[in-house]
T-cell receptor, first 114, second 115 residues
Framework: AQSVTQLGSHVSVSEGALVLLRCNYS??????LFWYVQYPNQGLQLLLK??????LVKGINGFEAEFKKSETSFHLTKPSAHMSDAAEYFC????????????FGSGTRLSIRP | SAVISQKPSRDICQRGTSLTIQCQVD?????MFWYRQQPGQSLTLIAT?????????ESGFVIDKFPISRPNLTFSTLTVSNMSPEDSSIYLC????????????FGSGTRLTVV
């Protein structure tokens, strides 16, 4: 069965510091991986996704993630945190099929210290 | 990518009543999905809505509690039946995009409070 594990339910960094949100997946077939962001009282917004091709994926708002098959990981990073990055971040996994559901990790709440 | 209109955006309901949530998509899609996000939690898939057949429910969710309709390729409804305060959550619909632009779009959600 497929699953996603996000390490750390809450991460706090200083403004300008590196952001690293960890995500590991479990899958018996090649996965498609996603990071979504949810700002308070808002819906889900896609940050980036990996389907095929280049394993380093760049997304919106300066975020990027690298698919590492050997480590079954898809960690999200941003070189310099901004106050506006404070939100809930969800890693998710799916598979090659328009009929496939997407499975979410438990989420990581990112706080930014001034 | 598809645009989803979900309504109502929020509602406060009495326990024992039912609420029907609607999702309208601006293009035809094969699969629509319904999720629940309990307060402070992640998203949990309730069911996959198939056009022309019964929905497929995930473990822990049953049709009597969460009946789903999918009358055509652009529309679906989820009903939360015989509500209790434990049903207070955000409910979201989602559609999957076909390759090569594979991904998912989510509705803005329905924030349900049961009193």
């Amino acid at each position: 069965a497929q699953s996603v594990t996000q390490l750390g339910s809450h991460v706090s960094v200083s403004e300008g510091a590196l952001v690293l949100l960890r995500c590991n997946y479990s899958s018996s077939v090649p996965p498609y991986l996603f990071w979504y962001v949810q700002y308070p009282n808002q819906g889900l917004q896609l940050l980036l996704k990996y389907t095929t091709g280049a394993t380093l994926v760049k997304g919106i708002n300066g975020f990027e993630a690298e698919f590492k098959k050997s480590e079954t990981s898809f960690h999200l990073t941003k070189p310099s945190a901004h106050m506006s990055d404070a939100a809930e971040y969800f890693c998710a996994v799916s598979f090659y099929s328009s009929a496939s559901k997407i499975i979410f990790g438990s989420g990581t709440r990112l706080s930014i210290r001034p | 990518s598809a645009v989803i209109s979900q309504k109502p955006s929020r509602d406060i309901c009495q326990r024992g009543t039912s609420l029907t949530i609607q999702c309208q998509v601006d293009s035809q899609v094969t699969m629509m999905f319904w999720y629940r996000q309990q307060p402070g939690q992640s998203l949990t898939l309730i069911a996959t809505a198939n056009q022309g057949s019964e929905a497929t429910y995930e473990s822990g969710f049953v049709i009597d509690k969460f009946p789903i309709s999918r009358p055509n390729l652009t529309f679906s409804t989820l009903t939360v039946s015989n509500m209790s305060p434990e049903d207070s959550s955000i409910y979201l619909c989602s559609v999957a995009h076909s390759p090569p632009n594979y991904g998912y779009t989510f509705g803005s959600g329905t924030r349900l409070t049961v009193v």
